[in-house]
């Protein structure tokens, strides 16, 4: 079992940069492939970006260049670093775990980012 808790979320201007992390508690972090994605008013959860046990990046393109996944394995936590932000990223962003084999999956509770002027 594994329990994920993001933080970091909040209102950002335009072109303003926010860090959202993922503390997972629970055993064996290092082994899961951790995700990040998103969700926006009126549509669906799309994937901004991956990460596995090997530290192979995969990123959206529409964040890509300006949004960066990372994890520390010491600290059980995966961060997003996003950079540039514009309006249409404003979406809850929710952190995912999903052991080696595809299941099971963990989901976070998400968190908020808003950005807006």
């Known amino acids: 079992q594994v329990q994920l808790v993001e933080s970091g979320g909040g209102l950002v201007q335009p072109g303003g940069s926010l860090r959202l992390s993922c503390a997972a508690s629970?055993?064996?972090?290092?082994?899961?492939?951790m995700g990040w994605y998103r969700q926006a008013p009126g549509k669906e959860r799309e994937l901004v970006a991956v990460?596995?046990?090997?530290?192979?990046?995969n990123t959206a393109d529409s964040v890509k260049g300006r949004f960066t996944i990372s994890r520390d394995n010491a600290k059980n936590t995966v961060y997003l670093q996003m950079n540039s932000l514009k309006p249409e990223d404003t979406a809850v962003y929710y952190c995912?775990?999903?052991?080696?084999?595809?299941?099971?999956?963990?989901w976070g509770q998400g968190a908020q980012v808003i950005v807006s002027s």
């Open positions: 995912k775990a999903t052991f080696p084999t595809g299941a099971p999956e963990y």
């Open positions: 629970g055993s064996k972090f290092s082994i899961y492939a």
């Open positions: 990460i596995s046990s090997g530290l192979i990046t």
